[in-house]
């Protein structure tokens, strides 16, 4: 499940989530950025440090691009490492980026990329997955292009593959899937093709799914809904109903714990 702050992945891990996407998308709307390689390195970092230290969930960071080269790829890798991320996605287009379901960059060179791979595996080695996300689908490259790229990065020392589309059926991704044969595990993002069932996917032996942008999608839709409301109403009797009550963000971050310390006083 997506998170892009330590309340939504507190909020996940609750829900039963068993891993945390820390989504660039999400992330950069958080902060009021676009995303296209608006939000710094720095800033990605103290926001993973946030999620990663609101639950006990493995977080994989959405690293874009890695901010272009292998140098900055490996740097970001090892500090993410550092900040506890279980593992960082890398995507093989251009720096700088923009959000693959609003708009495509042209790809990467495949070599250049394997190389900037291999930098960050041999930098990182087992400490941090390492997980190739292939856009070629993003712009139409098909699926001779797809599989190539997928057995370079394999060959580079990626640990999984993410295969993205952002067609409204899942047909892409399953060829995908079909001519693989499972080299390496493989993650898809169904946010465009959102009717296909869950079970087509575990028989395709897909092994993650992302639910990449849907706290954020929430948030927003909420938030919206709630200001609308208290503008127009001058007063907040109706929007209680909708909205959490101030006993929930006591128990989401254990203020009885707080209190029962504070009871236990002087430290
Ligand atoms: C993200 O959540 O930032 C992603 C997935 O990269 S998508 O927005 O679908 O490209
Ligand atoms: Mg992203």
């Not at 980026?97 to 041999?122: C, H, Q, T, W, Y």
Request: proline share 3%.
């Amino acid at each position: 499940m997506e998170a892009h702050d330590g309340l939504s992945a507190a909020i996940a891990e609750r829900a039963g989530f068993k891993g945390l996407w820390a989504s660039s998308l999400s992330i950069a709307c958080s902060l009021s950025y676009r995303d296209a390689a608006e939000v710094s390195c720095s800033q990605l970092l103290r926001v993973v440090e946030r999620i990663v230290g609101s639950t006990e969930l493995p977080v994989l960071v959405d690293g874009d691009t890695g901010f272009d080269d292998f140098n900055s790829a490996r740097s970001l890798a090892r500090k993410l490492h550092q900040r506890g991320a279980a593992g960082v996605a890398l995507e093989d287009s251009c720096f700088p980026k923009m959000n693959s379901l609003f708009g495509e960059r042209p790809l990467a060179d495949i070599n250049e990329f394997s190389g900037r791979l291999r930098a960050v595996k041999d930098t990182v080695a087992d400490d941090l997955v390492l997980v190739a996300r292939i856009e070629t689908f993003i712009g139409a490259h098909g699926i001779d292009e797809t599989i190539l790229r997928a057995h370079a990065y394999a060959d580079a020392g990626a640990d999984a593959i993410l295969i993205h589309s952002r067609k409204s059926t899942a047909d892409e991704i399953l060829w995908f899937v079909h001519a693989w044969r499972n080299r390496l595990p493989v993650v898809i993002v169904p946010t465009k093709y959102d009717r296909t069932p869950l079970s087509a996917y575990r028989n395709a032996r897909i092994s993650a799914v992302i639910w990449a942008n849907h706290s954020m999608q929430a948030a927003i839709a909420a938030m919206r809904q709630v200001d609308d409301r208290i503008i127009t109403e001058e007063n907040t009797v109706n929007t209680e109903l909708d909205i959490a009550t101030l006993d929930e963000f006591f128990e989401l971050f254990m203020y009885d714990e707080l209190a029962r310390s504070e009871a236990r006083a002087p430290y």
